[in-house]
């Protein structure tokens, strides 16, 4: 699209500066009564103003799409479907959410998929058998020490979740990260749909390099892999609590939006130094968001996206302080919030 040699503001000066010369010449060389005069003047006024007013709805509006509020599904809709299953994320869609947040790990043969922990939680686990995985055991299914083949044979959606009672629930497997892409971009394409953006965190701890999964450059690879091959790096956000991987992605993908997140209390001036540079998103748990720490995240040009957000007055409170998202389990209650 080729573009204006001139500003829209000089090329409105310009007409304008035209107009009253023509007026001028109207009054002077054509002896134009004082009152058609008048009313011509007031007429171009009126134009003048018209446009004006245009332009500044069309910035208004520009402006407030950059500002829309980010709904964020955790693991989908955990708090209805199954976390991190395909059929979560395509509910998440339904219910609105602008990104789909995810939960990524590795496993023995490198395939990235989605699961909220690097092990088989004994709170949403069946065995290929279906039987029960205790919470004593659950960390010896480690799935980083598992080929997919054997992972995808765990249900994982029909066991009752203690914490989320009310979810659907059907048998269901973990998913490779490439699939649910799959999936998700054929359903919105399919249902004309808005093209969601991808929030995927890596679940690593410094202590568990090399048990739980590979280190953090390794991992990061791993999922960017996934990310080029599907041509959705635009629309994709890196999160995590492990500093380590940010930093990776920073150094080796800069243009990769990345989330920081946080659940302790400490300074959020520190946790900014200790990153070494300026995050896309601040994410920290809900109940460590006031308006001060909204106001410094905004002064630093950073976005603010609290976590776990899963009640009407809750997404009441926090719009209120100005926050640009939330995550929530329960996608569906941004629906009540004008009722």
């Not at 009313?39 to 950059?66: E, G, P, T």
């Not at 896309?280 to 001060?292: A, D, F, N, Q, R």
């Not at 009441?316 to 995550?327: E, N, P, Q, R, T």
């Amino acid at each position: 699209m080729m573009r204006h040699p001139f500003s829209a503001a000089e090329r409105y000066s310009g007409k304008q500066e035209k107009t009253l010369k023509t007026v001028l010449h109207l009054r002077y060389e054509r002896k134009i009564s004082p009152i058609k005069l008048s009313v011509l003047r007031l007429k171009i006024m009126y134009k003048n103003l018209l446009i004006f007013s245009v332009l500044l709805l069309f910035c208004f509006n520009v402006s407030a799409q950059k500002r829309k509020f980010d709904v964020q599904g955790k693991a989908g809709a955990r708090g209805i479907m199954p976390e991190n299953t395909v059929e979560g994320m395509l509910k998440a869609i339904d219910l609105g959410v602008t990104t789909l947040e995810m939960d990524a790990v590795i496993s023995k043969d490198k395939q990235v998929l989605l699961s909220q922990e690097p092990y088989f939680n004994n709170e949403i686990s069946l065995q290929p058998n279906g039987k029960p995985i205790t919470l004593k055991e659950q960390k010896n299914y480690n799935i980083y020490k598992m080929n997919y083949e054997e992972i995808k044979k765990f249900d994982v959606g029909s066991k009752v979740h203690s914490r989320f009672p009310g979810q659907m629930k059907f048998k269901a497997y973990k998913p490779l990260l490439s699939e649910t892409i799959d999936a998700v971009e054929a359903y919105v394409k399919e249902h004309k749909l808005a093209k969601p953006v991808y929030s995927i965190e890596t679940k690593t701890i410094k202590n568990g390099d090399n048990e739980f999964h590979p280190e953090p450059a390794e991992f990061v690879e791993l999922i960017m892999d996934v990310i080029h091959s599907k041509k959705i790096a635009k629309r994709v956000i890196i999160e995590s609590f492990d500093m380590r991987t940010l930093q990776y992605l920073h150094e080796k993908y800069p243009k990769i939006q990345t989330s920081l997140l946080i659940d302790e209390k400490e300074p959020f001036e520190d946790y900014i130094e200790k990153l070494g540079f300026k995050p896309t998103i601040y994410s920290p748990y809900s109940v460590l968001v006031g308006k001060g720490l909204v106001d410094r995240c905004h002064d630093m040009g950073i976005k603010i996206i609290p976590w776990t957000v899963n009640t009407v007055k809750e997404v009441k409170y926090f719009k209120s302080l100005g926050v640009d998202g939330i995550i929530t389990d329960f996608p569906n209650i941004m629906r009540q919030l004008d009722k």
